[in-house]
């Protein structure tokens, strides 16, 4: 038998003297039971040695040996050196009747630390607990936020704007004045044609802040939409846009590739119209009515 072996045989059977199991040890120590019983083992190489130290003086204390003397053995013990003087219980000796589970409270800041840093790095469900969380916010922010703002915010390219434009005389975005009441224009040939007007204003909007937008183009076609920050909107229209804005003070204007110059408030609601002429401010600051 090794010093280290007959070092962690004494410490057992002090334990087994006393009637206490590995459980009170516990509970007196708050050393998990795995530690507990390397010990006993002599398995001194769990964990680094300042660690370990810090155990052994705790299950020394719990088992009534004076601290001091069992850290000399031990350190005597990993040398090879056996001592045969037995250690000497502390003075405050734990009462038989009050069956040896009454815990022993240890003030040493540094070992308390050593506890916390020992059961922080061992725990498995500690670190299983917290990548669970990490992965329901995560489902939850794609499933509830990132998804919904995707859904929301719709910027037109600039492809698109370049053949809706295109392909104006053929499909237009909107029916003229002439073709909604009937009238028609003839050709050369003397033969009827529609008479057909292609959008003539475009109009990007960038949120610098989140915004709710109720617009009206051409009195014709009604929408309602939220961009958030750093977002925009491209608006075409053939002689104006009516839009009442939730937030003036988070919005910029581009009319036909020239920004509007424009100052509103944050949290402000506003009724505007914008034509070939530029921006005007509604003086009745009421919703457009759908």
């Not at 003036?248 to 034509?275: M, P, Q, S, V, Y």
């Amino acid at each position: 038998m090794s010093a280290l072996e007959k070092f962690a045989a004494e410490l057992k059977a002090k334990r087994e003297t006393l009637g206490i199991s590995i459980s009170d040890i516990y509970e007196i120590t708050r050393i998990d039971k795995n530690y507990l019983e390397a010990m006993e083992e002599a398995n001194f190489d769990i964990m680094p040695d300042v660690y370990m130290r810090a155990f052994i003086r705790k299950y020394a204390d719990a088992v009534q040996l004076n601290s001091e003397e069992t850290i000399k053995k031990y350190e005597a013990a990993t040398s090879g050196e056996v001592i045969d003087e037995e250690i000497k219980p502390t003075s405050n000796e734990i009462s038989q009747n009050n069956n040896h589970k009454e815990p022993i409270k240890i003030d040493s800041e540094p070992e308390q630390k050593v506890d916390i840093i020992a059961e922080t790095n061992y725990n498995p469900y500690i670190i299983i607990s917290f990548i669970v969380a990490i992965v329901i916010i995560g489902y939850f922010y794609y499933a509830y936020i990132y998804t919904a703002n995707n859904e929301i915010i719709v910027e037109q390219r600039v492809e698109d704007i370049i053949s809706e434009r295109n392909s104006a005389t053929k499909s237009p975005r909107f029916k003229s004045k002439e073709e909604e009441s009937g009238i028609t224009s003839s050709n050369n040939n003397g033969t009827n044609a529609s008479i057909v007007k292609s959008d003539s204003l475009t109009l990007k909007i960038n949120a610098l802040d989140t915004v709710w937008f109720r617009t009206n183009i051409d009195e014709t076609k009604k929408d309602e939409f939220i961009l958030n920050p750093n977002r925009s909107k491209t608006l075409s229209a053939k002689s104006q846009i009516d839009i009442l804005v939730g937030n003036t003070g988070g919005i910029e204007f581009i009319l036909n590739g020239k920004k509007l110059e424009f100052a509103g408030k944050k949290g402000e609601i506003r009724n505007i119209r914008i034509d070939s002429d530029g921006i005007h401010l509604s003086k009745i600051e009421t919703p457009i009515k759908k």
